[in-house]
Structure formats: C-alpha cells, structure tokens
C-alpha cells in the first residue's frame, strides 16, 4: 500500500499526463518518476529515490521553491509544460496537506519575468481551417491583448501562414493537425487542444461566460463562427493552465487582416523587416533603424505596426501628423523621450497586479512610472496646433494610484513578499500596533532583570531565554525563598530554578510572535493594495496604451531627423514617385568601393505609374540591383505604418500588398529545390496580386537553366502586364540581358540598368539607376574584387574572349534572343513567316563578312524551301 502522499501525487499527475508535475513538499518542487528523469536529465540535476511503500522507491528529483523561476524558464525553454502542484493552506487534512495545481506553465502562458523579452509579445494563438475558411485567435496575458479574426480564401492556407509569422506565436493550438498544416514549417510548439474545445457552441458559452455576456455580437463576431471558436479555444486553453490570467482579459478585438497589408512570410523575410535573413535580430534589419523606442510597451507597439502597415490614408496621415508634430518640436521630443526613460512596462506591471502575482517593487515601478504622466501631459498639451493630444489618447495621472503607492509600501522593499518591510509604517495602524507592541515588549524584557532584582531584593536574578520555556526568570537556590508567590516554577537546575510568571508570558508572546503576524498582516495590505490598483487596470491599460503611442511617434520622429528622411504624401492613386530616395538599413552600413575606400550611398529616384508599370532593371553583379529593389520596396512599407522615408520627396499611392521574391542563390530552404520554391512562390503572387499592389522579382527564373529561365521571366512580366486583375506595379532585376527586348512589344514595360563607368581596364559601379537596358555582367571583374587569384582571372578574361568570339557562342546569344521574340510574337503579334522573324533578329553588325555570307547562303536555302 503506497502512502497516501503518494496516492495524492497519482490522483493530480493523472489530470497532467503530458506535463511535468512541480509538486510541492515543504521547501521543495519534487518531480517523479519519468517526470524526474527529464527533469534531472534537462535540468542537469540530481536524480535521487523516495520510498512510497514497503519496498517500493520511485525516481525523484527536486528544485528549491525558492529558485523555480530559473529552472522552470529552463524546463519551457527545452519544450516541456510544467505544472505547478501547490500545498493549499497549511493545516492537513486527514493526515495530509491537501495540494492542488494552480497554474500550468507553456509557451505561450509564461508570466515570469525571464522568460519573455520585453520588446516582443508573447502570443498564445488558435487556429481553426474549415474548407476555404480559418479562425485564428490570440492573446498575450501578460499584456492584456485579446484578439481574433476570421478569413476566407482559396488559398487559406497561405493567409494564416502570412498571419502567424506575423504574430511569432511562442505556442499554437489547433483542433487537428491538419489546422496546424501552415505553420508546421515555422517551428512553433503546437498542442493539439481536445476537438471538442472548438465546438461552436461550446465556444461561444465559453466566451460568453468570461465576458459575462448575453451575445457576442457587441464584440463585432456575428458571422464569423470560426473566430468565435478560436478565440473560445483561447479562453478555455488559458483557463486550464493561469486562471488568474483570465481577469485582465477584458476586451477582444475582433479585426479584418483586409485593413493591413498583406505581406507573406517570404516578404517579411525577404524585406528584413525585424530579422536578417540569416535569423538576427540586431543590425541589418528595418526594425533596427527604426527602433529608437524607450519604453518596453513602444518597442513592442512599433514592432507591431511594422508587422502591420496600413490601408488607409486617412489614419497614415494622422500618425505621420504626430510624428511631423515631434520632429517638429526638439525640445518638447527630447523632455518627453527624457521623461519615458522613468517609465517601465507598465502594460505588464498591471497585468502582474491583476494576475496577483506582483511584488513589491513592481508596485513601486508603477508608481514611479505613473509620475511621468502629468509632465508628459503638459508638455503635450503646450504643443496644441498638433492634435498630438488626440492621436496620444488618453492619459491617467492615475493620482490615486500613485498616492496609494507611496503611502502603502515602504521606501526600499524586500524583494520577495516573504520578508517583512512592505509596508510602510503609518499606512496601517494594525500593522504599526505589532511593531509598536513586538518593540515595546522587547524593551520591557530588557529592562525586566533590573527592576525584578530591585523589587524581589535577589541581586543574582537573571531573565534569559531558551527554546522549550521561552522567557524566563532564573533565582539561584540560595534566594529560593525570597521568590515572590505569582513566580510560577518551571524548571529546576543544580543550585537554581527558573520561573514565569503571567506577564513575562504575555510579552513573550508579543514578542514571538510579532514577526509572523507582521509578515501576515502586511500580505493582507499588500493584497488589498493590489486590489485596489487592479481596481484601476482600465486606466492604467490605457494610459501605457497611450505612453506607447507616443513613444513610438516620438521614436519615429527621432529616426526622421537623424537620417534625413521626408514626411511621404500619401494618396489612393496608383503612382509611385520617389526623389533621391535610398535603403534605409545598406544606408546606415559603412560602405565601401571596389578600392576599398569608405564611400556614400547612392540615393535613386524611382517612377512608377500604370503608364510605367513594370521596370526591367539589368546591370552588372554588385552593381545594386538588390538594393534598390528592396529600396522601393522598404520605402513604401514604412510609408504605410507612418513613418518618414528616407528621401527627399516621395509621392505614394497605397498599395495593397507587397510581394517579393527573390531568386534562389540567397536562400537556403530543405527538402525542395531551390528552383521549386522560386516557382510555387511565384505562382502565389501571380494568383493574388492585384493593380494596386507592389511586385518585387529578384533574378526570378535564375535557378534553371538560360532558355527555361529566360522563358519564364519573360512569361510572367507578360502575364502581369497584360492580365488586366494584376497589372501590379512590378520591380524585375535580372542577369538576363535578353528580357530587355521586352519592352519593345510590351508598352508598359521600362528598362533600367545600373550605371557602370569603365576607366580603362577598371570598372566603378556607380550604383545609379538609369534608363536603358544593359548587355554585360561584369561577371570576372567582380571575382577580381573578391579576391580570386589573378592568374584565374587572367584564364577566365582569355576564355571569355575566345568564347565571345566564337560561332557556338554568338548562336546561342541568337538563340536566347529568340526565346524572347519568338515568344514575343506567338503572343502578340499575327502570325509572321519564322524566316522573316529570323532575319529581323539578325545581329549583323557582330557577324563576319564570311559569316554574314553564310547566313545569307543558308536563308536562301530556307526561303527555297
Ligand atoms: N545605391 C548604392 N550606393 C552605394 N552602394 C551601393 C548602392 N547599392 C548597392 N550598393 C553596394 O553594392 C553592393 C551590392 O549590391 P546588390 O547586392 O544590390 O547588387 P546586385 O546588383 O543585386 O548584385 P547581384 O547581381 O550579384 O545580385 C551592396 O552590398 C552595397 O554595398
Ligand atoms: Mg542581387
């Protein structure tokens, strides 16, 4: 028969078999059986046995409570769920501490400070895929946002791709796997959530009950069953593992991803916008130079609008209003950004109070947060002409709080709620009575030798202290009749005795005890106090809300200045106009020419219409072409979150979405060619682009060989210039020199290359874009500069000469010209005879007078024919 501690732990380990157990005994969380080997073997500690019956020992091992928080972050970390099984009060019942589990620990439901950063959010998300339709739901508890959305498309799967790397969920839950399928390759953790959890109606009581609701309809849901099961999901999944969590849980967005941009995951790659390709979070990407935010909640706020750029041009115009405002005003920029370095995470110190896990001087950083506040505000108010104050929203001084604060908890706070100093002494008269009594007790003890001895007459009285009797008086035997008669005998030693009497006991007890009811009673304070504060999370929420919008506009407007960048003008039309502009991040890199030498960037302008819709630009390797692609692609995007550009005019009708792709070489991807990838990607874009949307098409077609490449370029730059629903406006850098033929059959088509002076046997790319195709690589010379050895390139220059010169190569230069006019006729043009094409393609200023002779004999032949 095991014992019952361990009958206890089988009962709750049962309701937890895919989790860790973290199950408290005494001092300790002790974890068993196959739990505590993977602990142990994850955590790298001791693994060490209990016995739980006669005979019988299990596998344990344990943590000191008191240092979980490190090891839990670690156990999450590598993958594990953890609950935490807590003694519940401390008086056993039947024998035994009853023992329940109060919160269970995931990914996506972590609170504890080291497991999060504090710039990012921590997203738990839902996804549910019915046919052509998806509901994704998400929250972070550790901020309070709730939100779901529901969509519909042919290709669902690739929408709730886009929104799932936009959110970076830290853990997804879905109903099957199969509503997982898209985001399996982003190596989320993904619980599968029981099926019946998504249950409509089972949802919607759900929801319905933890906003206390009769409909959900006040919550813009009506018709979108699958939002309303996701975000149901959601509840219930935080439900089960931090109840607490559920009380900040006070609003839900429901919103339409038709009101943001559509960027897909490979875009949001592609672009860099808050990584590097290569998985960085630090320089190289968009978010690197734009986040000169100070506070937590306006680093997280900026990294959102980044993820989601606007539709609209109205709301664009307001913020760009805001960040105009503050570029505008340096000194009142400068107060405030001064002023937001006293501010913390406020968004998450009141979700902490309201989750009741906020300790002492998270309070104290509300406090002195919420300071800042009325200076911010006059110092907004006094810039007035802005209508800085309405884009702000709502500011709380929250003076209640704040005097709260300062009255209720003590200057200089023990970290931890064990200790006693909390609260503040005057703040509750209960509270100052203990100390009073436990220090007036102590002085009584102190002195009560003296006047004893004086009042019983025995010079040899002692008052001392032990841990069975307490205090007590000690008389020498000698003096035993001198003892006054209340003395009450408690021990007796070789030649003396020890006494108590009523009153020492009393003091005693004042004494003894104090410590423990000062650490009780200040706990209770500290509860109501948070209850009180909690009491205001709606303000709070609403003013760090605010603080973060200022931050971020203020941040904006810091970025604007320091890089020179110009306030965009914004309209519906289908023009895209860009003056001087440049790459916001290869701007901030040191550059340097081919020499070696620390050089500029090369600003470039950029026009775009439905006249001029699709821009072939060629040029030599290294030249630029990259960069200038992701330029217009980059400028555009920080446009539309509003945020200044870097040029010196830029003239931006919205787009809708932005595409990009670039050709194979850069990217590394398993299990596909390379080629494939290029392929499916876009196949995407050619299915769902639309006129007002922003192609950009880096060496597309590269991963095959010439002719299938050269093929498909020109096939899809024809698609999108003549398909009437995509006629997007369209970047194309390519290596072949071929696709500028295209624009002569294609009227809006543009051909630009990347300017190149030759200085004698050098070569300087002078990264200028400019009109015109171009017809050489300049391939060895960028070896050259790479440092490959010279008599290579010497061997390359001699191949490359005698290869130009020969007849196989000038035919397959023919013949790719032809792929690209051939083509070029079967669509467009009536059907011609091939012969006269043949002749129109002739390139008779290459050929040989023998050649030329030649050619002729054999186009005679085939006229005869
Ligand atoms: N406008 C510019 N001003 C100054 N330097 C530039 C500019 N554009 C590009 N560069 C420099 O040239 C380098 C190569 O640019 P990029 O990768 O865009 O060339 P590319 O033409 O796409 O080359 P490839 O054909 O090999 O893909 C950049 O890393 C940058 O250092
Ligand atoms: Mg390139």
Redesign the pocket.
């Known amino acids: 028969m095991s014992t019952p501690v361990r009958r206890q732990y089988l009962s709750i380990k049962k309701q937890y078999p895919e989790t860790v157990v973290f199950f408290r005994l005494g001092d300790f969380y002790e974890t068993f059986d196959d739990d505590a080997k993977a602990v142990a073997k994850a955590l790298d500690i001791v693994l060490t046995s209990r016995r739980v019956a006669k005979n019988q020992r299990v596998p344990m091992a344990g943590i000191p409570h008191h240092a979980a928080e490190n090891y839990i972050a670690r156990l999450i970390r590598a993958g594990f769920k953890v609950a935490i099984c807590e003694q519940i009060g401390s008086q056993p019942i039947n024998g035994l501490v009853p023992r329940e589990v109060t919160r269970v620990i995931t990914p996506g439901t972590v609170v504890e400070g080291n497991l999060l950063a504090d710039n990012e959010n921590n997203y738990l998300a839902a996804i549910i895929i019915r046919q052509q339709r998806a509901g994704i739901a998400y929250v972070d508890i550790t901020t309070g946002e709730f939100a779901a959305t529901q969509m519909e498309n042919t290709n669902i799967e690739r929408l709730v791709l886009n929104e799932i790397t936009r959110l970076k969920p830290a853990e997804l839950i879905t109903p099957d796997a199969a509503s997982h399928q898209p985001a399996a390759p982003l190596n989320i953790p993904h619980s599968l959530y029981e099926d019946w959890r998504f249950d409509l109606d089972h949802a919607r009581r759900e929801l319905q009950n933890h906003f206390d609701v009769a409909t959900l309809n006040g919550f813009g849901l009506q018709g979108k069953p699958l939002a309303v099961q996701a975000a149901g999901a959601v509840i219930q999944y935080v439900a089960q593992t931090q109840k607490q969590a559920l009380n900040h849980i006070t609003r839900l967005n429901v919103y339409s991803t038709d009101s943001f941009m559509d960027l897909d995951a490979a875009t949001r790659r592609n672009l860099e916008l808050t990584e590097t390709i290569r998985g960085g979070s630090g320089p190289g990407s968009l978010l690197h130079v734009l986040d000169k935010t100070i506070t937590a909640m306006g680093g997280r706020l900026l990294r959102t609008w980044l993820h989601q750029p606007l539709l609209n041009v109205e709301a664009l115009n307001r913020r760009l209003d805001a960040v105009a405002a503050l570029a505008g005003a340096t000194l009142a920029r400068s107060d405030i950004r001064t002023r937001l370095k006293t501010v913390a995470d406020l968004e998450r110190l009141t979700n902490r109070v309201s989750q009741g896990i906020a300790l002492p001087r998270d309070l104290q950083a509300i406090g002195r947060s919420l300071d800042a506040v009325p200076d911010i505000q006059a110092i907004i108010n006094a810039e007035a002409a802005a209508n800085l104050a309405d884009f702000v929203g709502q500011l709380h001084p929250c003076n209640d709080v704040v005097s709260l604060i300062n009255a209720a908890i003590s200057d200089e706070p023990p970290a931890v709620l064990s200790k006693v100093g909390v609260i503040r002494p005057g703040f509750s008269a209960e509270l100052d009575a203990i100390i009073a009594g436990s220090r007036d007790a102590k002085v009584w003890v102190a002195g009560l030798e003296a006047v004893e001895r004086e009042r019983t007459g025995i010079p040899s009285l002692k008052v001392g202290f032990n841990k069975v009797f307490g205090y007590y008086l000690e008389v020498t035997k000698a003096h035993s009749e001198r003892v006054p008669p209340e003395y009450i005998r408690k021990q007796t030693l070789v030649n003396a005795e020890r006494y108590i009497t009523p009153e020492l006991k009393e003091y005693e007890n004042l004494i003894l005890n104090a410590d423990e009811r000062q650490l009780d009673v200040e706990q209770r304070i500290f509860k109501e106090v948070c209850a009180q504060i909690a009491a205001a999370a709606e303000r709070l929420l609403a003013t760090s809300r605010a603080l973060a919008r200022l931050d971020v506009a203020a941040s904006l407007a810091e970025v604007a200045l320091a890089n020179n960048y110009v306030r965009p003008q914004l309209h519906t039309g289908d023009s895209l106009h860009l003056v001087n502009a440049r790459?916001p991040v290869?701007e901030q890199m040191p550059?340097r020419d081919a020499d070696g030498l620390a050089?500029t960037?090369?600003?470039?302008d950029t026009q775009m219409s439905a006249e001029a819709l699709i821009h072939v630009i060629t040029?030599?390797?290294?030249?630029?072409?990259?960069?200038?692609l992701r330029q217009v692609a980059l400028i555009v995007l920080m446009a539309q979150i509003g945020s200044f550009v870097p040029a010196d005019r830029a003239d931006i009708g919205l787009v809708d979405r932005i595409f990009t792709r670039i050709g194979a070489q850069d990217e590394i991807h398993a299990g596909q060619s390379t080629f494939m990838v290029e392929m499916v990607e876009t196949a995407a874009i050619l299915s769902q682009s639309t006129p007002r949307s922003l192609i950009v098409l880096d060496?597309v077609g590269r991963g095959t060989s010439t002719y299938d490449g050269l093929a498909i370029a020109r096939a899809v730059v024809e698609y999108i210039h003549n398909n009437p629903n995509i006629r997007a406006k369209t970047l194309f850098?390519t290596?072949y020199h071929e696709l500028v033929e295209v624009a002569k059959t294609l009227p809006h088509v543009r051909n630009y290359n990347?300017a190149v002076a030759e200085e004698g046997s050098r070569v300087v790319?002078l990264?200028k874009i400019v009109p015109g195709g171009a017809d050489r690589s300049y391939g060895i010379h960028v070896a050259q500069i790479a440092g490959i050895p010279k008599a290579v390139v010497d061997r390359a220059n001699e191949l490359l000469e005698q290869l130009e010169g020969s007849a196989d190569f000038r035919e397959q230069k023919e013949k790719a010209r032809r792929v690209i006019s051939g083509v070029q006729m079967s669509f467009f043009a009536p059907e011609t005879h091939p012969l006269i094409d043949d002749i129109k393609a002739l390139d008779i200023d290459s050929m040989s007078p023998l050649e030329a002779l030649n050619t002729l004999y054999k186009l005679k032949q085939r006229a005869e024919e």
């Open positions: 790459h290869v550059l050089t960037f090369v600003p470039n040029g030599p390797n290294m030249s630029g072409k990259s960069t200038y060496e850098a290596h990347v790319f990264h």
